[in-house]
Structures are given as C-alpha cells and as structure tokens.
C-alpha cells in the first residue's frame, strides 16, 4: 500500500509563491512517475504537472507553464511543486498522485494512488 502526504498549502495573495510537498511511503517511489493535480469548487480535477521516476521529463498544464516547476527527491520520497506568480484561477485543492510506472502522463486514470489533498487558495 502506498501513504501520499501532502503540505505546503494556505492562502497567498496574487503574484506571491508555495512550495507544495507530498511525501511517500509504502513502495519504492523512485521507481514510479508522480503527478499533481488540482480540483476547484464545482469543477473537475485537472491535471497540473507530472514528472518521471527520474524527474528526466516533466510535463505542464498549459496554463501554469513558465509559473509552476515540478521536483522530486528520491532520496527523501518526496515530489514537490513550486508555484510562482500565483492567480486567483490557481485556488483549488492540489493532490498528488502516484503512478505505478516510471513515465510520466497526464491523464487521470492513469494514477494508482492519491493524497488527501491541500487547499490553496489565492486572494486578489
């Protein structure tokens, strides 16, 4: 079974930063491709960013590209997202999500397990 613990969420204001952290437990996470995504109120969830077993290839949303880096720590177990510029279109809840391969993707269903999740929310 795999843990997915995430951190680093709150309220910022427009045009500040979070670092976002989801530490792992359970299985060898440097084997596998970690993702982030985000869920606001009355919308689905969406993909944010995703990352390969050895943080070689990456991959953006559109529409957090150049403001949003994704990273991972294998040695510590830990993927993180570091938001920059942040929107108020950015407030949302952001999970972290394991896939059960080493290549990175996009699409939902392709995660095998989730965190709970962490509430950011941006104020203009």
């Known amino acids: 079974q795999v843990r997915l613990v995430e951190s680093g969420g709150g309220l910022v204001q427009a045009g500040g930063s979070l670092r976002l952290s989801c530490a792992a437990s359970g299985r060898t996470f440097s084997s596998y491709a970690m993702g982030w995504f985000r869920q606001a109120p009355g919308k689905e969830r969406e993909f944010v960013a995703a990352?390969?077993?050895?943080?070689?290839?990456?991959y953006y949303v559109d529409s957090v590209k150049g403001r949003f880096t994704i990273s991972r720590d294998n040695a510590k177990n830990t993927v993180y997202l570091q938001m920059n510029s942040l929107k108020p279109e950015d407030t949302a809840v952001y999970y972290c999500?394991?896939?059960?391969?080493?290549?990175?993707?996009?699409?939902?269903?392709?995660?095998?397990?989730w965190g709970q999740g962490t509430q950011v929310t941006v104020s203009s």
């Open positions: 990352i390969s077993w050895s943080g070689g290839s990456t």
């Open positions: 999500a394991l896939r059960l391969a080493g290549s990175a993707r996009r699409a939902r269903d392709e995660y095998d397990y």
